[in-house]
């Protein structure tokens, strides 16, 4: 469903500025954001250079955008108070990116009825359809799991939906806001062309034959065998948990089979990085020993080795036996790479082996922790209070939890809580500028086809509790006391986050529970560097700004209005206006009054070149004129018309 | 386990793109495109 028109394309890559007024949890989460579109789309984003047209988000009131590249030079995207959730600015960029609402489509009437005396007074034309002449389909059929698609609430006058989809499974489903569906990425890599994306390189379930191009490695002892069930177990593959008779295929290294010490390597095919950074995912099952070892290595070719030299990137031992676990490895490769799965046989007795399945491999970055829920189906529902998650360590030292509420009859909730920790006397108090991303996995074997739903928590040291405390206070301070279940003593801070983190309905669709597990991702990051008013990029004109020559100075800019979308700036303690400019036109004056144009340009050298040929034609007839007139006179009348007798000789 | 903790940010309700705007008495084409006259659809 996007507009028509060429014109309205970006460039692949688009420029973007992250204006100041941005709240920092926002500006984090845009950048988590644009990470998700180098995953699953050829769509990249990089700080404006003074390219001519960039998209400028800021925190505006609410959330909106623009339709398409308008070739404005700087397009505003607004990011306000509480749209700081990921697909909202995915939404919201789509829109820049030149797409409609999925719901206005001219085909919509076939999937869904708008009832319309339940839409509020006035609003009736948010649900107008346009038709195929105004936006284009992409041959995508209608999208029900869009996340451009309004929900079934959207603006109802009362209680009951203003939406009524027609295959009334999808009621629920329409307005999701977790992640792009598989059909909005259709849409877009087929309207931006897209062959592949920046950050994805490989994703494998082993249901075909040739295993993802993966070959067994040289020099080991055994081999790994494509099988879809080991009678030790695993009984059935992950990637579709056997529910599909006839496929269901996983690698099994059969360690029973060898004897203590004795490996079996499976290389991935030659891969190619761009970012020199990576994160390999995969399920793995143990049914041999519990002191079986799975090692990661990683065979690095450059011009030196041509066979690659092979490193030791992880050790994964003590392998929980019994059930599929994921598990992440970061990489930090460069060059051209191969990795190798490599199972070694430990001590232990062994009654069956190694299985891996569902192996992503993209070039972004690993959670920093794994919250793996067991069980879960017997807790959505019955649990009362909250489900708290082991204590972890955030990369600067800050130990938290997690919590996550299952008893509300529509919604979960999850909340971010700083716990006691060993460092915390080393640590800066109130907490600062740690954003904290908490990510409910869908277990789709690809990555790509993944719609995990996320929300990030940003700590702000200034911020207050209800009792005048800093929320983010040291927790033996502001906490309360807890338990860990071994008894242990700690106290834990007050938990921010959403109790409508997902429905209880969305929860229990696509991957999220598998196996009756569920996966929270967790990361924990310093943003800080976000809040500096960094210097602004010098535009190709040449012409250094500073943010605060560029960010208007409340005092000067307050009373010094712009006109025609001109920016208020301060340059050497004097407010001025930067004025707009396109392709072929511009605006000039004080305050951006006026406005020029190329086509103005050459109307006046047009017509300063007639005006000059027009002088220069009247110089040129005066001047043939006087010469003419004297030199008529020097051979005038006088002479020629003096009779000859009349002459006297002297 | 002690009483749950908490600050809800969204106060308990799941507001969407065109919640928050409508409460903001915004009031932009389909509820949050920023329409100029060429793109009038």
């Given amino acids: 469903n996007s507009i028509i028109g060429e014109n309205y394309r970006w460039p692949h890559t688009i420029p973007y500025v992250l204006e100041d007024s941005l709240e920092m949890n926002a500006k984090g989460v845009i950048l988590n954001a644009f990470e998700r579109y180098r995953l699953k789309t050829c769509i990249d984003f990089k700080p404006w250079t003074g390219e001519a047209n960039f998209i400028s988000v800021f925190k505006g009131s609410g959330c909106w955008s623009s339709i398409g590249n308008k070739r404005v030079g700087n397009q505003s995207l607004s990011i306000g108070e509480n749209c700081d959730r990921i697909a909202t600015i995915q939404h919201e960029f789509l829109h820049a990116l030149g797409f409609w609402h999925e719901q206005s489509r001219s085909d919509r009437d076939d999937y869904v009825n708008i009832i319309w005396d339940r839409i509020q007074s006035g609003k009736e034309n948010n649900f107008n359809i346009y038709d195929d002449q105004v936006s284009d389909t992409l041959n995508v059929p209608y999208d029900y799991t869009s996340v451009m698609h309004y929900s079934k609430t959207a603006f109802r006058n009362g209680t009951e939906p203003t939406i009524v989809t027609r295959i009334p499974d999808f009621m629920d489903v329409i307005g999701q806001r977790m992640d792009f569906s598989d059909s909005d990425l259709l849409k877009l890599n087929r309207l931006y062309n897209c062959s592949s994306s920046l950050s994805f390189m490989d994703s494998c379930n082993f249901e075909l034959e040739n295993v993802c191009g993966m070959i067994q490695g040289s020099g080991d002892s055994a081999d790994w065998q494509r099988l879809s069930q080991v009678p030790s177990g695993p009984e059935s593959d992950h990637s579709n948990m056997g529910q599909c008779a006839g496929a269901g295929f996983f690698m099994h290294f059969n360690s029973s089979a060898v004897s203590t010490g004795a490996m079996a390597v499976l290389e991935s095919r030659t891969l190619y990085p761009k970012r020199g950074f990576q994160c390999l995912q995969f399920y793995l099952y143990n049914s041999g020993s519990g002191s079986d070892q799975l090692n990661i290595y990683i065979r690095e070719y450059s011009a030196g080795s041509e066979n690659g030299t092979v490193t030791l990137v992880e050790e994964i031992k003590d392998i929980p036996t019994g059930s599929w676990q994921l598990y992440h490895v970061p990489l930090k490769v460069a060059n051209k790479f191969r990795v190798l799965f490599g199972g070694v046989r430990g001590a232990g007795a062994s009654l069956g082996g190694l299985s891996i399945d569902d192996i992503n491999l993209s070039e972004t970055r690993c959670p920093h922790h794994i919250w793996r829920i067991r069980n879960f189906t017997q807790l959505m529902g019955s649990l009362d209070g909250a489900l708290y998650s082991p204590p972890f360590y955030s990369p600067k030292g800050y130990a938290f939890q997690i919590s996550l509420t299952l008893s509300n009859p529509t919604n979960a909730g999850i909340y971010f809580h700083l716990i006691s920790g060993a460092n915390d006397d080393q640590l800066e108090w109130p907490c600062p500028w740690q954003q904290a991303t908490m990510t409910l996995l869908d277990q789709n074997p690809d990555i790509r086809q993944r719609m995990s739903n996320q929300r990030s928590v940003t700590t702000d040291p200034l911020l207050t509790d209800d009792d005048g405390s800093y929320f983010w206070d040291r927790p033996s301070k502001v906490g309360q006391e807890a338990l860990f279940p071994n008894g242990t003593q700690f106290r834990r801070g ?43 990029p ?9 943010s605060t020559s560029t960010a208007p100075t409340p005092g000067l800019c307050v009373n010094f209005a712009c006109e025609n979308d001109g920016v208020c700036t301060v340059w050497n303690g004097k407010a001025e206006c930067r004025c707009p400019s396109g392709d072929d036109w511009w605006y000039m004056g004080a305050r951006c009054e006026k406005r020029g144009s190329t086509r103005d340009t050459i109307v006046i050298t047009a017509s300063s070149t007639a005006a000059v040929f027009a002088v220069m034609l009247v110089v040129t007839l005066l001047s043939v004129y006087c010469t003419r007139r004297r030199y008529r006179q020097k051979t005038g009348p006088s002479t020629a018309e003096v009779p000859v007798e009349n002459e006297h000789v002297f | 386990t002690p009483e749950h903790f908490v600050k809800d940010v969204d106060g308990g309700i799941d507001q969407d793109i065109f919640d928050i705007n409508e409460a903001l008495g915004l009031d932009l084409f389909e509820g949050d495109i920023r329409l100029d006259g060429v793109q009038d659809r």
């Fill in chain 1, 494 to 536: 007050k938990g921010r986050g959403t109790s409508a983190f997902i429905t209880h309905e969305r929860l229990k669709s696509r991957d999220f529970i598998k196996g009756d597990d569920v996966y929270i991702l967790l990361t924990v990051e310093d943003i800080s560097h976000l809040n500096t008013t960094a210097p602004q």
């Fill in chain 1, 538 to 546: 010098v535009p190709t004109n040449g012409t250094p700004t500073t």
